[in-house]
Antibody
Framework: QVQLQESGPGLVKPSQTLSLTCTVS??????????WSWIRQPAGKGLEWIGR???????SYNPSLKSRVTISVDTSKNQFSLKLTSVTAADTAVYYC????????WGQGTLVTVSS | QTVVTQEPSLTVSPGGTVTLTCASS?????????PNWFQQKPGQAPRALIY???NKHSWTPARFSGSLLGGKAALTLSGVQPEDEAEYYC?????????FGGGTKLTVL
């Protein structure tokens, strides 16, 4: 079963860019036809879908975040990444990466706090 | 703004059956919305249970099933176990974007 692991800074200053990477193990990110997603969850709240990237590289984003989000893939490193610009305290959350579809898997999540 | 609505909370007795539903503000949920269901226990990452309406992952217990019911997506638990107490989220597809429901807190009592 494929495994995913998020990594990146746990603290980001307001107005700066949040950057996270998801490393995929146990399978190639470029094999098969899968969507690779980012999801976040503020403390005590529900899940919010951020966006996803297809194996081919095409992307789709949450309309409410679209102007600030970029998701990209690096097949040579078997990773995909999230960039969220102009962050505020409202972007403080646990961020998860996941693979959609059959045998869909999630990472364990990483807490990102936006604070000066 | 598309809204996906779930029951905020449900209670079921051990061994009982319960159905959680997932409604769309756009109208009837069909298989074209590719409903997914996830389970999240406190302090843990969500775990995928059902994809594309009714398909199970290899780890999904047989007592979980997904369907379309009365214009909504539905997750039915038959023979509920104490370990099924958790938050359950549905997710629907809207032409490229996905939207989560607010979650249903299932209590086994």
């Amino acid at each position: 079963q494929v495994q995913l692991q998020e990594s990146g800074p746990g603290l980001v200053k307001p107005s700066q860019t949040l950057s996270l990477t998801c490393t995929v193990s146990g399978g190639s990110i470029s094999s098969g036809s899968y969507y690779w997603s980012w999801i976040r969850q503020p403390a005590g709240k529900g899940l919010e879908w951020i966006g996803r990237i297809y194996t081919s590289g095409s992307t789709s984003y949450n309309p409410s975040l679209k102007s600030r989000v970029t998701i990209s893939v690096d097949t040579s490193k078997n990773q995909f990444s999230l960039k969220l610009t102009s962050v505020t305290a409202a972007d403080t959350a646990v961020y998860y990466c996941a693979r959609e579809g059959a045998e869909g898997s999630w990472g364990q999540g990483t807490l990102v706090t936006v604070s000066s | 703004q598309t809204v996906v609505t779930q029951e905020p909370s449900l209670t079921v007795s051990p061994g009982g059956t319960v159905t959680l539903t997932c409604a769309s503000s756009t109208g009837t949920v069909t298989s074209d919305y590719y409903p997914n269901w996830f389970q999240q226990k406190p302090g843990q990452a969500p775990r995928a249970l059902i994809y594309s309406t009714s398909n199970k992952h290899s780890w999904t217990p047989a007592r979980f099933s997904g369907s379309l019911l009365g214009g909504k997506a539905a997750l039915t638990l038959s023979g509920v176990q104490p370990e099924d107490e958790a938050e359950y989220y549905c997710q629907l597809y809207y032409g490229g974007a996905r939207v989560f429901g607010g979650g249903t807190k299932l209590t086994v009592l």
